[in-house]
């Protein structure tokens, strides 16, 4: 067993999108990688999810979005968290055009996971997101 404190990430689908079998698959990687997930489930605000935040005292932020609301709907999630003032990194994963990571990066998101991303690489960006966060 190892001897790092378990990682608390919240996971949730933020606004309408209806699809969360992704999700759901993102959940069980990061349980597999040995970490504490808190599933919210679909049709998520921004309050809600800063509310499990704060209650679950969790280490991160998963959104998955796939309905292209990502340029509106992370940087909000992003800056609720700052105005809750809970330090807590969002990582953003689903499907993103290229062309909006960095534009997303530059609103604060954490990290930005393509559908194209491993178990490997979903779970290494939750920890340095984590550890960057401080």
Known sequence: MSDEPQLRIILAKL???????????????????????????????????VAAAEQEDADAIGLSMHNAGHMTLAPAMVTAVNDAELGTPVIVGGIVPEEDVQPLLDKGVAAVLGPGASAEDVAQTVRDAVAAAG
């Not at 959940?27 to 997930?37: H, N, S, Y």
Request: hydrophobic share 40%; glycine share 14%; aromatic share 2%.
């Open 15 to 49: 606004g309408l999108d209806g699809h969360d079998r992704g999700l759901k698959v993102v959940a069980r990687i990061l349980r597999d990688a040995g970490m504490e997930v808190i599933y919210l489930g679909l049709r998520q605000t921004t309050d809600s999810i």
